[in-house]
């Protein structure tokens, strides 16, 4: 009886566990999409604060990108100095809030947040300086989404983001 007892206990033990280790998996699962584009434009500059490289400049962007799947993504960028480096060394903090559409329309949208650090005279991250980002929401297919995003500048000019979806 006792041993019967033991059974019975182990297995709703094991069910139990399993069960809470299935819907982990489920939980945690991710989805990678890569976005690849050619150099992208110039931004418009909003130069404010002192004249010239200063706190609170702001860049916007938008042009096309491409998901590994074919799909057509419009991409919205928009980048606020935070800080000036004064040691020298031309570099600035940058923040990011960037909205990747995808399809046609603007239904399907993944939201990307994040701080990097920039060449002060560029508008662009350097070359082969790999960024992280925050996904921090979606629409669409992508509502609730979170995760993050690796960016990466090549030397010709063209970018890849790998998006890590959850």
Known sequence: M????LNFKFFWRSFIAGTLLALSGLVCAETVITLTHPEI?????LDHGTPGQSIGDIRLF???AKADNGDEVVTDWIMTTTNVTTN??????RITNAVFAF?????????IQGVAMYPSFKSTLREAAPTARAITGGTG???????WMDSLHF????????????
């Open 62 to 64: 938008h042009f096309n």
């Open 2 to 5: 006792y041993i019967e007892y």
């Open 88 to 93: 020298g060394d031309g570099v600035e903090a």
């Open 141 to 147: 297919k992508f509502a609730g989404a979170g995760g």
């Open 103 to 111: 399809g046609e329309g603007t239904k399907d949208q993944l939201i």
């Open 41 to 45: 434009p110039a931004p418009i500059l």
């Open 155 to 166: 030397k010709d000019g063209t970018w890849q983001h790998v998006l890590h979806i959850k």
